[in-house]
């Protein structure tokens, strides 16, 4: 773990609004930059130029919830994993040194000086821990979703048979389960959760490509909407429900799996796709009247889209409304200390903690 500076300053709310409202000119301008970087080839190692500039605009939407919750630790823990993720995918330890100068220059370059100047001595604080970074993502471990030990034994092959691309094989075994008296929230939550979560950390350890963890998830949603389908469904509606994630937030099978639940438990769920607009959360909420809107955050560089989104519909809705609103999703469990921030009614850990809080609603 880093040790923070205890002499950092905290960041003035001005200018972390004034970093949010750049960050996509300043991630672009940092990928320009980088682009004609001297030690490119270097740094790239052979690896597509798009993989660091996808890395720029996530900084940018990180960094910025970094700054506007002065939340420094979630920054200090946060650095080793980043580190630890694209040095396993080839690229140099060197480049992030390059990066953070070049971003340094940028906040100089776009933002006010007064703002500029209260941010800068933060990136000069990752510049000077840049070799304790290095150290800790030597020794990173990436965290696993735990599995029931009872479980253990089929989620392992499970996994092995998702990675191997063995869709009959994984169906089969999932409709044995079923079969055997699990429910499908228990499937969700027991195996195909920690798996997915698996799949990312194999990822993060280079042991998987990007494009081989994509064919996994688009696996995983064949093989779960296929089975959903063939649930019992109940006749007898408890109410209304809207889920979403929130915007440019593109992971949605956390969303996907609290829908089913939500829908096979009777709740009436209206499911609004990935990385959608605020206004149409908004517009749904107002026209549907939900017993409560469920939102899906899954990187913490979103969680301000969820913070705005809550906003928006307390406005909406009106201070009389009985609608509450929930959070929930890998953002939020990696990080906990985000979700005081957001505003939400409750934060509920996975899809069978909803469908349990979800029934209280009946008793009150």
Not at 135 to 163: C, G, K, T
Not at 197 to 206: A, D, K, L
Not at 241 to 269: I, K, P, Q, R, Y
Not at 302 to 317: C, F, G, I, P, Y
Request: with cysteine.
């Amino acid at each position: 773990m880093l040790h923070l500076d205890p002499g950092l300053p905290s960041v003035p709310r001005r200018a972390a609004d004034s970093f949010d409202a750049n960050t996509a000119a300043m991630a672009g301008r940092v990928s320009q930059l980088m682009a004609g970087h001297s030690r490119l080839d270097a740094f790239l190692n052979g690896l597509p130029f798009r993989l660091i500039e996808s890395n720029h605009r996530n900084h940018a939407a990180f960094m910025s919830e970094v700054l506007r919750t002065n939340n420094l630790k979630l920054l200090a823990d946060t650095l080793p994993w980043a580190y630890f993720a694209y040095t396993n995918q080839g690229v140099s330890v060197d480049y992030f040194a390059a990066e953070l100068e070049i971003w340094s220059q940028v906040i100089t370059e776009l933002l006010p000086g007064e703002d500029a100047e209260a941010i800068l001595p933060i990136y000069r604080w990752m510049l000077r821990v840049h070799p304790e970074t290095v150290d800790a993502a030597a020794h990173y471990a990436s965290e696993a979703a735990p599995v029931p030990a009872d479980h253990a034994a089929i989620y392992v092959e499970i996994l092995e048979r998702l990675i191997a691309g063995d869709h009959p094989a994984v169906i089969e075994r999932c409709r044995a389960l079923l079969r055997e008296g699990m429910s499908f929230s228990r499937l969700l939550q027991s195996i195909f959760y920690p798996a997915m979560v698996e799949i990312g950390v194999r990822w993060e350890q280079g042991r998987l490509s990007v494009l081989m963890e994509h064919q996994a998830t688009a696996m995983v949603y064949r093989i779960l909407s296929a089975l959903y389908y063939e649930q019992p469904f109940p006749s007898e509606r408890r109410g209304r429900v809207l889920v979403a994630s929130v915007t440019d937030e593109f992971h949605e099978l956390g969303a996907w799996m609290v829908t089913t639940c939500l829908d096979l438990d009777g709740w009436n769920v209206t499911y609004l796709p990935r990385d959608c607009p605020l206004e149409q959360v908004v517009t749904a909420a107002v026209e549907r009247t939900p017993a409560f809107v469920a939102l899906s955050v899954g990187m913490p560089g979103h969680v301000q889209s969820a913070r705005e989104t809550v906003s928006a519909l307390r406005e909406a809705l009106g201070p009389g409304s009985p609608t509450k609103i929930l959070v929930g999703g890998r953002a939020f469990n990696k990080a906990p200390s985000l979700v005081e921030s957001v505003g939400a009614d409750l934060f509920l850990t996975d899809c069978e903690a909803a469908v349990a809080w979800a029934r209280t609603l009946e008793a009150t």
